[in-house]
């Protein structure tokens, strides 16, 4: 059974830091790209962060610099280490594995940026 389970969400000051973890199981991990997709409501779900299996990286533009995405093979979870958070990065934030035909999606966490 594929499962996506991400932890690691909160409240959190603006300027504040939080690190997300998602981890997978059921299918072969180190196969596919992950990536870290975040949707606030009333707007259309974002791809914030990818990694592929070689370990490249890409962004969306208003993370570059204070977001980064990594994975752990070994343990089967990707990461997304968020600094600087501002109110507009408030968000569901959800994991997502790719492999062609296949791709599955976790449930989400939440990540509020409030005073």
């Known amino acids: 059974q594929v499962q996506l389970v991400e932890s690691g969400g909160g409240l959190v000051q603006p300027g504040g830091s939080l690190r997300l973890s998602c981890a997978a199981s059921?299918?072969?991990?180190?196969?596919?790209?992950m990536s870290w997709y975040r949707q606030a409501p009333g707007k259309e779900r974002e791809l914030v962060a990818k990694i592929t299996r070689t370990e490249g990286t890409d962004y969306l533009e208003p993370v570059k610099g204070r977001f980064t995405i990594s994975r752990d093979n070994a343990k089967n979870t990707v990461y997304l280490q968020m600094n600087s958070l501002k109110p507009d990065d408030t968000a569901v934030y959800l994991c997502?594995?790719?492999?062609?035909?296949?791709?599955?999606w976790g449930q989400g966490t939440q990540v509020t940026v409030s005073s």
């Open positions: 997502h594995a790719d492999w062609g035909v296949w791709n599955y």
């Open positions: 059921g299918f072969t991990f180190n196969y596919y790209t």
